[in-house]
């Protein structure tokens, strides 16, 4: 079965970066754009980037341009979500998800999901 897990996740200051990864089997992966979302405490999932199905066109929200960057690696299964300077405001659980459709920033649009993982920035 499609299976998506998530890591990277943890505890940071504000102004500081992770890494998220994101591994995905059980689906052929260079068939798929990948997209990230999150949950923030007390709000609903969002959308906060998404990459083509070879890494060759990203999209992300306004919020997150210039701090957070995907990229992926066909070969290992695996997209990144690479974010920097961090502000506590980007608390929540990320979640990675695999879409057909081209760069989708709807949920709806996404078929399969990964189970998230834990960023905490501090102040």
């Known amino acids: 079965q499609v299976q998506l897990v998530e890591s990277g996740g943890g505890l940071v200051q504000a102004g500081g970066s992770l890494r998220l990864s994101c591994a995905a089997s059980?689906?052929?992966?260079?068939?798929?754009?990948m997209g990230w979302f999150r949950r923030a405490p007390g709000k609903e999932r969002e959308f906060v980037a998404a990459i083509r199905w070879d890494g060759g066109e990203t999209y992300s929200t306004d919020f997150v341009k210039g701090r957070f960057t995907s990229s992926r690696d066909n070969a290992k299964n695996t997209v990144y979500l690479q974010m920097n300077s961090l502000k506590p405001e980007d608390t929540a659980i990320y979640y990675c998800?695999?879409?057909?459709?081209?760069?989708?920033?709807?949920?709806?649009?996404?078929?399969?999901w990964g189970q998230g993982t834990q960023v905490t920035v501090s102040s």
């Open positions: 059980g689906l052929t992966f260079s068939n798929y754009n």
């Open positions: 998800a695999a879409s057909i459709d081209y760069l989708a920033v709807g949920e709806t649009r996404y078929d399969y």
